[in-house]
Structure formats: structure tokens, C-alpha cells
């Protein structure tokens, strides 16, 4: 098979560039340690470990572009003995078939005190995740095999589960609970609608002149938490419940004894103060803009109640 394109991973970012690209008449490829993805006829779906070079080689035979979505346990030291290494081999293997690599990318390493962050804003965190994506930005454009990294700020849309706008918010908005949320939710915060930062990774996949770029997904402009809550009540037809804010020095309490909020704890600088990036000039290069708000929403409470099940 030639002019196969290679998506790695089928959480939320791999499941739908598969199902973008087998919508547009392409031929996909999903490699995953379980053989889970996407079904459709223009779908091929193969386990395995993107860590077994040797394997890699094989499956990228015929790869025009490969789309990097794999992930690890949220926290650093995961992070560290596991991305770079599976980057650096998938990143070898397609330089070995002349393929592209595009990553999708969060807003971690980015200097946020600069707000908007925009494609030009300092990527130089140092510490904890923050630093790992730095490195794993600083490790691609020295790959002589061409790459592209598409950031987004946090996710939701259809098959987002573990995300701050995703099972955290959705059931508890259509079920007319109170909505607890990190830090403040007032402050402006940007939300990535999957569908869109999955079709910019396409579109950079098959323009060379968006090659060796860092790129910012289609994104709308920033909401607050309290904003997200109410657009989601309003697509779901349901009442918007009370909205309350668990403070940061709570949760980074509770990270002195829990390790899983102490992770958590790193990152509450994105909800207790302004969290906004720009896409403006990505989406020029790309001739791309995001979805609407209401309609993301719509289509993700829409999905969420079909798929999931949820009151309301």
C-alpha cells in the first residue's frame, strides 16, 4: 500500500484524525498496542508498540505522513522515560520512508506570563512537564526528518473523556449538579474543539510549506469556565447549575499527600490567571477557523448523550 498515512495512539487526537482522513478518501493506518481505532474500510488497524523500531519500520512502508497522538501517565517522570524515546524512534522511522511527522502539541512549555500566547511567545519552561515539553520541542527541530507541531490549549469535543472540559464538565452540567472548577471561573481560558485540531494537523501534513513549523490549532476566542459551563447547558436544553471555584491553595494542599493533585498543582497557573492563546495567524497559514462555540458544543453534548449517556 503507498501513500498510506500513519496515525500512532487512538485516544481522542489519533480517533479523530483517522476518522478525518478515511472521510476524505484516505488511506489510514492506526498503530496501537491493543489494535483499537477507528472502524472504517479505508482503516487498517495494527497493534503495535511504537517503541519496537524494528516493527515501526515495517509499518510505516508506504507512509507519506505519520501523526504522532500517543500519550503516558500524567506526570513527569512518565513523561520523561517515556515520550522522548518513542519520539525519537517514530521520528527515525519515518525519516527512513521520507514521511512527516505531526505532533499535536499543548501550551505547556510556553512562557504564559505573555498573554495572548501567540506562535512567536517564548517556549523555555524548564521544570516538571513543563520542561519535558520544551525538550521534546527543542528535540524535534533538530530531527533532520520533518516535522510539524500543532498546539492547542485544553480539550473538548466528541471522544474527550479525562479533560477539564470533557468528563470533569459535560455529565456534570447535563445533570444539573454544581460545577466545582480549578482555580477561578472568571478568569479567560482557552478551549481547543478536537475536530478542529485534528483537521489542522491534516491540512500541515499535506502543505511542505508548513513544514518545520510550530503551529497554533484553530481555536475560539477564550471563555471562562463559567462561560463553558453555561454554553454546554445551553446546548444540552438544561437549566445552567451554580458554578464555585476550588482554590489553589486547597489543591496544593492536598498535593503535599496526594501525588496525583500535587501534578495538578504544577499547572494551576492556566485557571487562577489569564490562559489565552492566539491562533490568529495560524489560521491563515492553515486557511482554516475554528468552530463556532455553540456548535462544538452542541456536537459534544450531542455525542456525549449518544455515546456516554448522561441525565438530561
Same mark, same amino acid.
Given at each position: 500500500?503507498?501513500?498510506?498515512?500513519?496515525?500512532?495512539?487512538?485516544?481522542?487526537?489519533?480517533?479523530?484524525?483517522?476518522?478525518?482522513?478515511?472521510?476524505? =478518501?484516505?488511506? &489510514?493506518?492506526?498503530?496501537?498496542?491493543s489494535g483499537n481505532?477507528?472502524? #472504517?474500510?479505508?482503516?487498517?488497524?495494527?497493534?503495535?508498540?511504537?517503541?519496537?523500531?524494528?516493527?515501526?519500520?515495517?509499518?510505516?512502508?508506504?507512509? &507519506?505522513?505519520?501523526? #504522532?497522538?500517543?500519550?503516558?501517565?500524567?506526570?513527569?517522570?512518565?513523561?520523561?522515560?517515556?515520550?522522548?524515546?518513542?519520539?525519537?524512534?517514530?521520528? =527515525?522511522?519515518?525519516?527512513? /520512508? *521520507?514521511?512527516?511527522?505531526?505532533?499535536?502539541?499543548?501550551?505547556?512549555?510556553?512562557?504564559?506570563?505573555?498573554?495572548?500566547?501567540?506562535?512567536?511567545?517564548?517556549? !523555555?519552561?524548564?521544570?516538571?512537564?513543563?520542561?519535558?515539553?520544551?525538550?521534546? %520541542?527543542?528535540?524535534? +527541530?533538530?530531527? @533532520? !526528518? @520533518?516535522?510539524?507541531? &500543532?498546539?492547542?490549549?485544553?480539550?473538548? *469535543?466528541?471522544?474527550?473523556?479525562?479533560? #477539564?472540559?470533557? +468528563?470533569?464538565?459535560?455529565? /456534570?452540567?447535563?445533570?444539573?449538579?454544581?460545577?466545582?472548577?480549578?482555580?477561578?471561573?472568571?478568569?479567560?481560558?482557552?478551549?481547543?474543539?478536537?475536530?478542529?485540531?485534528?483537521?489542522?494537523?491534516?491540512?500541515?501534513? #499535506?502543505?511542505?510549506?508548513?513544514?518545520?513549523?510550530? %503551529?497554533?490549532?484553530?481555536? !475560539? @476566542?477564550?471563555? !471562562?469556565?463559567?462561560?463553558? /459551563?453555561?454554553?454546554?447547558?445551553?446546548?444540552?436544553?438544561?437549566?445552567?447549575?451554580?458554578?464555585?471555584?476550588?482554590?489553589?491553595?486547597?489543591?496544593? =494542599?492536598? *498535593?503535599?499527600?496526594?501525588?496525583?493533585?500535587?501534578? %495538578?498543582?504544577?499547572?494551576?497557573?492556566?485557571?487562577?490567571?489569564?490562559?489565552?492563546?492566539?491562533?490568529?495567524?495560524?489560521?491563515?497559514?492553515?486557511?482554516?477557523?475554528?468552530?463556532?462555540?455553540?456548535?462544538?458544543? +452542541?456536537?459534544?453534548?450531542?455525542w456525549w448523550r449518544?455515546? /456516554?449517556?448522561?441525565?438530561?
Amino acid at each position: 500500500m503507498s501513500n498510506v498515512e500513519i496515525v500512532t495512539g487512538a485516544g481522542p487526537v489519533g480517533w479523530t484524525v483517522a476518522s478525518q482522513l478515511a472521510e476524505q =478518501g484516505r488511506q &489510514v493506518r492506526v498503530l496501537t498496542r491493543s489494535g483499537n481505532g477507528p472502524e #472504517h474500510p479505508l482503516i487498517e488497524r495494527l497493534k503495535i508498540d511504537v517503541n519496537d523500531a524494528a516493527s515501526l519500520r515495517e509499518a510505516f512502508d508506504g507512509a &507519506v505522513a505519520v501523526y #504522532h497522538c500517543i500519550h503516558a501517565a500524567y506526570n513527569a517522570a512518565a513523561w520523561e522515560s517515556e515520550l522522548p524515546a518513542a519520539e525519537q524512534t517514530v521520528l =527515525g522511522a519515518a525519516g527512513e /520512508v *521520507g514521511a512527516v511527522v505531526v505532533f499535536p502539541e499543548s501550551l505547556y512549555s510556553y512562557d504564559a506570563s505573555r498573554q495572548p500566547m501567540t506562535e512567536h511567545t517564548p517556549r !523555555t519552561a524548564d521544570r516538571g512537564k513543563r520542561g519535558v515539553r520544551t525538550r521534546l %520541542l527543542q528535540a524535534r +527541530e533538530a530531527s @533532520p !526528518t @520533518p516535522t510539524v507541531s &500543532v498546539v492547542a490549549s485544553d480539550f473538548f *469535543g466528541p471522544g474527550v473523556l479525562n479533560a #477539564h472540559a470533557g +468528563e470533569r464538565m459535560v455529565p /456534570v452540567v447535563l445533570a444539573g449538579k454544581t460545577m466545582r472548577v480549578l482555580g477561578s471561573a472568571d478568569q479567560p481560558h482557552s478551549f481547543t474543539y478536537v475536530p478542529d485540531l485534528a483537521a489542522a494537523m491534516i491540512t500541515a501534513a #499535506h502543505d511542505r510549506t508548513l513544514w518545520n513549523s510550530v %503551529l497554533h490549532a484553530p481555536t !475560539t @476566542p477564550a471563555v !471562562t469556565q463559567r462561560q463553558m /459551563v453555561e454554553a454546554f447547558a445551553e446546548a444540552g436544553g438544561v437549566e445552567a447549575p451554580k458554578v464555585s471555584a476550588l482554590p489553589g491553595w486547597l489543591i496544593r =494542599g492536598m *498535593g503535599l499527600i496526594h501525588p496525583g493533585t500535587r501534578e %495538578l498543582g504544577e499547572l494551576l497557573y492556566q485557571f487562577e490567571d489569564p490562559f489565552v492563546m492566539d491562533s490568529t495567524e495560524s489560521e491563515a497559514r492553515l486557511d482554516l477557523h475554528p468552530t463556532p462555540l455553540a456548535r462544538a458544543a +452542541e456536537e459534544t453534548v450531542n455525542w456525549w448523550r449518544a455515546t /456516554v449517556g448522561a441525565a438530561g
